[in-house]
């Protein structure tokens, strides 16, 4: 329990927050909670169950899209937000079957080609307004900024949501069924681990919370298309900011998210066209030199001695 | 004697063209030990994962007290209370020796599926096989002998009617050995029933009730180690025709 009392203070402080944040801070706040929600969704299949789902961006493309249309059609935000998860996860169930027997980077290419082959689909589809993307009606409200706010207090509630389902995760049955499978599937099936039903459960998780994020994004920025929320790098971020913080933890993909979204706002708004260089940069250096992420730094203390042993290690 | 727990027949497996378990019948009573030797590449290990599901049989059924087993998945057959360890140990790293321990009560024939549960059950297993002072430390850091334990308390944490033991003497010093054995003659006397893969004759030979020796896939010889120990076919299968010939003319 006692570890969950400073991330418990960060909510408190998150909470009251919002109204003493300009409208541009209020902004970046909400995109790190965003990605903060994504990363712990993505945690649940590539943390936990070791399985590098890279097209998990695929669940955001169509939860924004399932909100998106519904929304067209009438319908209110809150009542699209069942649909979306709904759809998502059957889509993860249908799309895993099959995809979730492979392993390792076979595993992270044939998700990637699920996202990109959903992406053409969703070009092509005149419902979704096909490559043109939708548009969404706008959230009313007194000013920007308690518009601004809404959408604060959603994308939290979502990472709270995430968060809790985590921590339940981590002492709990499913949880350790998944660790088992994470590091040897032979050894997790002959421990009696139903491991093709764990697989399938941790990946209709992790969609379930992407595709939330997915539909309020959609709501939020009030106009989609598929180049945008089907976008792979969205995954690799997802990922970066997974491994940055320490992957199978509660708290490491906050800690991820928030590194990388100021580091985002920080260097790469000045420097638009290296942030690729920048991206990878990271990647190089986190699994070279904390490939248990920052919280493992954070927990365990830092020294030296631990920084030359992971160099030693990791160096190809 | 006892009833048949386990019983094979004409369990085969063939990769490819290679036979690898070639029509192997064999009856295993409750509460024996009963050793499985051979020469490397006799079969024994295949024959193990096709006991517990982690391979297809090419031919042939297993079964478990009345039950067909056979094509039946991995997970199931832990379940039923059919519990391995590995030869080439497979410890779920980043894991704590607890928290190793706990994966095997949480899925087990006990089926202990409350945290607490399955953590006090696994306290227990993890004081039984001596480990209780490394239990918070990671798997990572433990020596070899230390593992084998592990292999052997994760498969007890399951609560096994059965259990299959794949070289756990492999690679010990005598004293490690010692111990091994000791724990294995006291699962044995709590009513499980074992099936041991062994190389180190002292511990085959020490342990079990009734050994069946295996040779490039086939069943070459079954009894007590008495008899086992002065069976030609065994004699020439381990060490050769010709000391087998010089024996006899002795």
């Given amino acids: ?316 | 004697m006892s009833e048949v727990i386990l019983k094979g027949r004409g369990v085969t497996k063939k990769f490819g063209g290679l036979v690898a378990v070639n029509s192997v019948d064999f009856d295993v009573y409750e509460g024996e030990i009963f050793g499985i030797i051979g020469p490397n590449g006799a079969g024994k290990t295949t024959l193990m994962n096709l006991i517990v599901g982690l391979l297809p049989l090419s031919d042939g059924e297993i079964y478990f007290r009345n039950l067909k087993i056979s094509g039946k998945k991995a997970f199931y057959i832990a379940r039923l209370g059919i519990a391995r360890t590995f030869q080439i140990v497979k410890p779920f790293k980043g894991m704590t020796v607890l928290e190793n321990v706990m994966v095997g009560a949480f899925f087990g024939h006990g089926n202990y599926s409350k945290f607490n549960e399955a953590k006090e059950r696994a306290e227990e297993i993890v004081e039984l096989v001596g480990l209780a002072e490394k239990k918070d430390e990671l798997v990572d850091h433990l020596n070899l002998a230390q593992l084998k334990r592990i292999e052997l308390a994760r498969a007890l944490a399951l609560e096994p009617e059965v259990l299959l033991l794949d070289e756990v003497m492999a690679g010990l010093n005598p004293a490690e050995m010692e111990k091994i054995m000791n724990l294995v003659r006291d699962i044995n006397k709590k009513g499980v029933t074992v099936i041991m893969i062994e190389h180190i004759m002292k511990a085959v030979m020490g342990l079990s009730n009734r050994i069946m020796v295996m040779h490039f896939g086939t069943k070459i010889a079954e009894g007590t180690p008495e008899e086992i120990a002065q069976n030609e076919e065994v004699i020439k299968a381990y060490l050769g025709e010709r000391y087998s010939k010089r024996r006899k003319s002795a």
Avoid at chain 1, 178 to 183: P, T
Avoid at chain 1, 264 to 279: A, N
């Fill in chain 1, 1 to 316: 329990m006692k570890k969950h009392l400073i991330p418990l203070g960060f909510l408190v402080l998150l909470i009251i927050l919002p109204p003493f944040l300009t409208g541009y801070w209020l902004r970046i706040l909400t995109g790190v909670i965003m990605f903060a929600t994504m990363t712990e969704a993505i945690n649940i299949i590539a943390g936990y169950a070791g399985y590098p789902a890279f097209g998990n961006v695929v669940f955001f493309g169509i939860g924004a899209y399932v909100t998106a249309i519904l929304m067209n059609h009438g319908f209110g935000f809150y009542l699209t937000l069942i649909p979306s998860i709904v759809t998502a996860v059957l889509f993860s169930v249908i799309i895993g079957l099959p995809v979730l027997r492979l392993r390792g980077h076979y595993f992270a290419i044939a998700s990637l080609g699920v996202n990109v082959a959903t992406m053409e689909v969703v070009n092509n589809l005149k419902i979704a307004g096909a490559a043109e993307g939708l548009t969404l009606p706008l959230k009313k409200g007194a000013s920007p900024h308690a518009v601004y706010t809404y959408f604060y207090f959603l994308f939290l509630i979502a990472l709270v949501l995430s968060v809790l389902f985590t921590i339940w995760l981590e002492r709990n049955r499913f949880g350790f069924g998944l660790r088992a499978i994470r590091v040897d599937e032979d050894g997790a099936l002959a421990m009696g681990i139903n491991t093709p039903y764990y697989k399938t459960l941790a990946w209709a998780y992790s969609a379930m919370f992407t595709a939330l994020v997915g539909s309020i994004y959609a709501y939020w920025i009030s106009y989609i298309d598929p180049e945008t929320v089907f976008d792979p790098i969205i995954s690799v971020k997802m990922f970066v900011m997974m491994l940055l913080g320490g992957a199978s933890t509660v708290y490491g993909p906050i800690i991820g998210a928030v590194i990388l979204e100021l580091i985002t706002e920080l260097v790469w708004s000045k420097f638009v066209s290296i942030h690729g260089i920048v991206l990878g940069i990271i990647i190089i250096l986190t699994v070279i030199l904390i490939p248990k992420g920052f919280l493992d730094l954070f927990t365990g203390g830092f020294s030296w001695k631990r920084l030359v042993q992971n160099i030693k290690e990791n160096m190809i």
